[in-house]
């Protein structure tokens, strides 16, 4: 008895995984019609939402597409509970966020602290994004309400471009915030490299967590906030 349920146990998943191959196979060969030619599917897999898959692209951006590839869903999955809705997209992408937290190397930032430390925030920055330099004009309202911002580099036209050579030079250097604070005002320095040099270390967690533009803010609890916002709203966000 136990052979044949052992049997039948291995013909159902194997059965069940030629299905899901089949749906997988299937979604492709419809998206790839349909999906601008600069962009390609980076990855198809199981979603929080039933009879659907999750199809991630090579921009970062995803979507869910019915197994039968018949339908297609743009936005966040919220589950229904007898008390609230549940934002199910969001605590994913909380707990991608709190993941990728755990794996910087804290020597690697640039800090601005404040006197009385109440909370942290890591900012993603490139040096000439507009609202990257709009935030750190302001970096005093930040620290004067007790947020420590500890920057991360993320040039977003990538690790050959010229901003990242600008923001190597930041990070190479001795006086760390002095010449991140010069860039950001357009101030013009010698260029620097070093063996340590974090930039694409950072540019790759950055894009494991699918950051696309700049800044990006990250609160210790994973919370993430795309673009610029002034100290007194971002406190809402960090009680």
């Keep these: 008895m136990k052979k044949i349920v052992s049997i039948f146990l291995l013909f159902f998943i194997f059965g069940c995984a030629q299905s899901k191959n089949d749906s997988i196979d299937l979604i492709e060969e419809k998206l790839s019609n349909i999906i601008p030619i600069e962009l390609n599917i980076?990855?198809?897999?199981?979603?929080?939402?039933?009879?659907?898959?999750?199809?991630?692209?090579?921009?970062?951006?995803?979507?869910?597409?019915?197994?039968?590839?018949?339908?297609?869903?743009?936005?966040?999955?919220?589950?229904?509970?007898?008390?609230?809705?549940?934002?199910?997209?969001r605590e994913k992408n909380y707990s991608k966020a709190k993941a990728m937290l755990k794996k910087i190397d804290e020597a690697s930032l640039i800090k601005f602290s404040p006197e009385e430390l109440k909370y942290k925030i890591y900012v993603f920055t490139d040096v000439d994004c507009g609202f990257c330099r709009k935030f750190h004009s302001q970096i005093k309202s930040y620290l004067d309400e007790g947020i420590e911002v500890n920057y991360l580099a993320f040039p977003r036209l990538g690790t050959q471009s010229e901003t990242y050579?600008?923001?190597?030079?930041?990070?190479?250097?001795?006086?760390?915030?002095?010449?991140?604070?010069?860039?950001?005002?357009?101030?013009?320095?010698?260029?620097?490299?070093?063996?340590?040099?974090?930039?694409?270390?950072?540019?790759?967690?950055?894009?494991?967590?699918?950051?696309?533009?700049t800044p990006t803010i990250i609160s210790q609890s994973g919370f993430t906030i795309p673009g610029y916002i002034d100290a007194k709203d971002l406190i809402e966000y960090l009680k």
């Design 42 to 89: 980076e990855s198809i897999s199981d979603s929080q939402l039933p009879n659907f898959f999750e199809v991630k692209l090579s921009d970062g951006s995803f979507f869910y597409v019915q197994q039968d590839g018949e339908y297609l869903l743009l936005g966040d999955i919220f589950k229904i509970t007898n008390e609230e809705l549940i934002n199910l997209s």
């Design 165 to 213: 050579k600008k923001m190597s030079t930041a990070w190479c250097s001795a006086n760390k915030q002095e010449i991140l604070t010069g860039l950001k005002k357009d101030i013009n320095f010698e260029n620097k490299d070093c063996l340590n040099n974090p930039i694409k270390t950072h540019y790759e967690l950055a894009k494991s967590i699918d950051i696309q533009g």
